[in-house]
């Protein structure tokens, strides 16, 4: 089955500092990745659709200065926290989608700010 | 506004109880799917559902999709521990564009030995 990959699986870092999340399709080619935040207990909240050489879409709400995103080839998105404070302290997930099937879910990073 | 209503939002059961959990929306949806996630990982897919009144089954789950392609239900049969987890219903909103996938708030099920 589709593989997608994201690392790191785990990041402690301090305040002010940046933190890239790589999401990659392993065997297949995703034209479309997104981007999740996980608080705890909680669901998903979709924070952006990644699209490969074009500008990300932002929903409502997250910043797109604080998250950059970039989709560079049809394997790989990252998303960048910059600055981060605790308040960013979150479990992230990114998802990729093969064509029109179904979405597979990278295994997620935990992001915690000191 | 949540789309998505998932309830109960925390359930905790014996094994070899029986539990439904129901995803309800006042938007009709093209297809529905239920995921399972454990503490640290991404959610797992574990049925997709497409047509009004469609039941499928894996094992002791049962899934069903409401007529009017609104609600869907979970049911589980003779629980055990290792069903425990959040589980996420998540859909695509029919004429809203293919890519968007929207999730409920989940529900917390315990499985208790």
């Known amino acids: 089955g589709a593989v997608v990959s994201q690392h790191p699986s785990w990041v402690i870092c301090k305040s002010g500092t940046s933190v890239k999340i790589e999401c990659r399709s392993l065997d297949f080619q995703a034209t479309t990745m997104f981007w999740y935040r996980q608080f705890p207990k909680q669901s998903l909240m979709l924070m952006a659709t990644?699209?490969?050489?074009?500008?990300?879409?932002?929903e409502q709400g997250v910043e797109k200065d604080k998250f950059l995103i970039n989709h560079a080839s049809l394997t790989l998105s990252t998303l960048t926290v910059t600055s981060a404070h605790p308040e960013d302290s979150s479990f992230y997930i990114c998802s990729a989608k093969r064509g029109n099937e179904k979405l597979f879910f990278g295994s997620g990073t935990q992001l915690s700010v000191l | 506004t949540q789309l998505l209503e998932q309830s109960p939002q925390f359930l905790s059961i014996q094994e070899g109880e029986n539990l439904t959990v129901y995803c309800n929306s006042s938007?009709?949806?093209?297809?529905l799917q239920w995921y399972r996630q454990e503490p640290g990982e991404g959610p797992v897919l574990l049925v997709t559902?497409?047509?009004?009144?469609e039941v499928k089954k894996l094992k002791r789950l049962t899934f069903q999709f409401g007529d009017a392609r609104k609600d869907s239900s979970l049911h589980i049969t003779a629980a055990q521990p290792g069903d425990t987890g959040l589980y996420l219903c998540a859909g695509y909103i029919s004429g809203a564009g293919s890519y968007q996938l929207t999730f409920g708030k989940g529900t917390k099920l315990s499985v208790i030995p």
């Open positions: 559902v497409v047509t009004g009144g």
């Open positions: 990644s699209n490969e050489g074009s500008k990300a879409t932002y």
């Open positions: 938007s009709v949806f093209s297809s």
